[in-house]
């Protein structure tokens, strides 16, 4: 009985990725599972070589001659678990990605494989091998032996050592090397140990809850222990401690022999969490982000696959984290748009967690002091469980926030950035010794040159986007492709005349204030600073020692940061956010605005907060001052109800790219036919088709870019109907004039 593995390879496009039937050789067949990573032959002959995953297997007695062999399988440890499969199928299903972007997405990048030729054969290699270390046992004493082998005999006295350690000691490889020869030591290999985010300070206890917090955490623990899947919206103002009851629950959580996720939106948040989180339950902590090394990264994983890891602590992709037993599932600041994947496979970490949620019965916690209207919808409908707090922590007032008209500033000669009232509130906490925020959401020196004489705009050559000025490196740079021009252009490429650079970023804001303020201590966040490695965690730490003054960045200051001495938070440039376009323009300013305003007066002294705009009657804007999140979601469900926009109806983008903006236009209207006319065929699948439209960017590195906006209902039959339109999109060579891809915003059901 032959055995035929349907296996999806790496390298597919989503027009022709499907499975492929290979031979299972007899000598892989106790290797070869489901869900295992294999190399197989691809294409016309055997020469070309590709990994991919097995999906299924089936018996056959009958077998075709000309199918291929499979020519590895990587070890059991790579194996995806039936939990993780799944999610493979559901994200190809619902992102319309292929099969290995899936398993790219859930597998980090330190624990996928490469095909290598080994002694000419094709063998299977980790992406990473250094990931492992020696370690010595003893085994027989010998007879005999040098100074050096007793030195290493008596270091293993205690027990085993790793190969650093005995070198450490003065013991050399090549007298280890000799001892392992002649059977006096044994030797094998284990994953490095690794040492992050060490200086929490050991263990200690769960912070006494307030009686609101209190109240919050027994309602949410009658979910924990219920045994079934539960969702749940804790929503409270900021500064009320959502994160003590976070505490507690993971407390609660491991006591029921389970284990805990915890997302966080940004890089710069994991930190704080992390040593949270390891002052109470100290080394079963594990992470999971972007900004570890693919080692570090493929370590952690492992920790988490072998269970030494009660939580996990990450971004986004952490959400695919190997645990065998979640309880809880806890989604910090859920509103923010970091949880939605910009590429391949374009998911919403809300969506995997609710499916792996169901999957452990276990309870998942959305939590922000800003909701999004989506989540906030579905808690006011009955589909998920609303606690809120309503009080700040220690029953803290909210700061006072005060507007700073910005028109008068420049009536009354003030062209800088920092408005004068801004400026005074800055000078007082200086000489209190008190640190203040600023928040600026645009990086660089200078967002705009243009020639005084022909107006023409200095453009990067490969974006339809205006280069941007950045003065400490002394160039401009693209912040879409990635180009710089250096030196910066003093004459218009055009015609000759003078350039003149406008606008201002974090960098120039920066600038100002060491001008205004000679003897404060500035310290910046933004892209720029934050570069290298640990640059996040060695900048909070700084100003939370009280090394700097004033703190300024984008938006990774606005959010879940706490400080005892900040007590003034600046807003400065939230107009180019509050007129910019798309349905999600004023939520994004309200949810900003009043994280950022919530950083001040978090401990003992009372905080203030300044928000400079020339709009300052803007409704937004004092909604948000005021932190009356009812009041702006009654304003804002009326309007998406209105027009149909999330959470009444699922947002469906398909997005076009080609070199030629003709082509591209020809696709997108082509794409539009195909799902028109399908549609019509079944009268009950509703949408409503938009454009083709230009992207806000319509060029990024040399590519047109064209999208279709279509509302729709997300279910299996419009699914379906979009598959089809992919397929027939390729049966037309439509895919020969431009690449396509769908994303999904605000599914209905979330």
Known sequence: MAITAQVAVAGATIHFDKLYTYLVPDCLRQGVQVGSMVLVPFGRGTAKMRTGVVLDLQESETIEKRLKEIYDV????????????????????????????AVKAIIPYGAQYKPV???????LQKQIVRHTEKVYARRQEPSKWTQKQKLA????????????????????????????????????LRDRNLTLYENYGGASAVPVLSPAQQKAFLELAVLLESGKPQAALLHGVTSSGKTLVFLKLIEKTIALGKQALVLVPEISLTPQMI???????????????????????????????????????????????????????????????TYHS?????????????????????????????????????????????VELTERYNRMPLPEVTMVDMREELAQGNAGVVSNRLAQ??????????????????????????????????????????????????????????????????????????MKYTGFGTQRVEEELEQRFPKARVLRMDLDSTSRKNAHEKMLQQFAEGKYDIMLGTQMVAKGLDFEKVTLVGVLGIDQMLFAQGYRAFENVFSL?????????????????????????????????????????????????????????????????????????????????LIQQNAERTNKIPLRILGPAPMNIVMVNNHYRYKLTVKCRNDGAFRR?????????????????????????SDADI
Not at 89 to 100: G, Q, S, V
Not at 357 to 383: D, I
Request: some cysteine.
């Open 74 to 101: 990587a070890p059991e440890e790579a194996r995806l678990s039936d939990e993780l499969l799944e999610l493979v199928h559901e994200l190809r299903d619902k992102t319309f990605c292929t099969y290995y972007d």
């Open 117 to 123: 030729y080994v002694n000419g054969v094709p063998r």
């Open 153 to 188: 005999w008596d270091s293993l006295s205690d027990g085993e050592k790793t190969q650093t350690e005995l070198e450490n000691l003065g013991v050399s490889q090549n007298v280890l090397d000799r001892m392992c020869e002649q059977g006096t030591l044994s030797v094998s």
């Open 275 to 337: 040593y949270r989180l390891k002052a109470v339950f100290g080394d079963r902590v594990a992470v999971q982000h972007s900004a570890l090394s693919n080692t570090e990264r493929l370590l952690q994983w492992r920790e988490i696959q072998l269970g030494k890891a009660d939580i996990v602590v990450g971004t986004r992709s952490a959400v695919f984290a190997p645990l065998s037993r979640i309880g809880i599932i806890i989604i910090d600041e859920e509103q923010e748009h």
């Open 342 to 386: 910009e590429n391949a496979p374009r998911f919403l970490a809300h969506d995997i967690a609710k499916r792996r949620a169901v999957t452990h019965n276990a309870l998942l916690l959305f939590a922000s002091a800003t909701p999004s209207l989506e989540s906030y919808y579905a808690a006011r409908t009955g589909r998920y469980h609303l």
């Open 425 to 498: 509130e800055i000078q007082k906490n200086l000489d209190c010794g008190e640190q203040s925020i600023l928040l600026l959401n645009r990086r660089g020196y200078q967002t705009v040159g243009m020639c005084t004489a022909c107006g023409e705009v200095y453009k990067c050559d490969a974006c339809s986007v205006p280069m941007v000025y950045h003065k400490a490196s002394g160039k401009l740079l693209c912040h879409y492709c990635g180009k710089s021009v250096s030196p910066v252009p003093t004459l218009c490429p055009k015609c000759g005349g003078k």
């Open 593 to 673: 605005v009043t994280q950022v305003v919530g950083r001040g007066g978090r401990a003992a002294r009372p905080g203030r907060a300044l928000i400079q705009t020339v709009d300052p009657e803007h409704p937004v804007l004092a909604l948000a001052a005021h932190q009356d999140y009812r009041s702006f979601y009654e304003q804002e469900i009326a309007f998406r109800k209105l027009n149909l926009y999330p959470p009444f109806c699922t947002i469906c983008m398909v997005g076009f790219s080609g070199k030629e903006e003709s082509k591209v236009m020809q696709a997108a209207r082509g794409f539009a036919e």
């Open 721 to 745: 109907l979009m598959h089809l339109a992919l397929d027939k999109y390729n049966e037309k060579g439509l895919a020969l004039l431009a690449s396509i891809y769908l994303d999904f915003y």
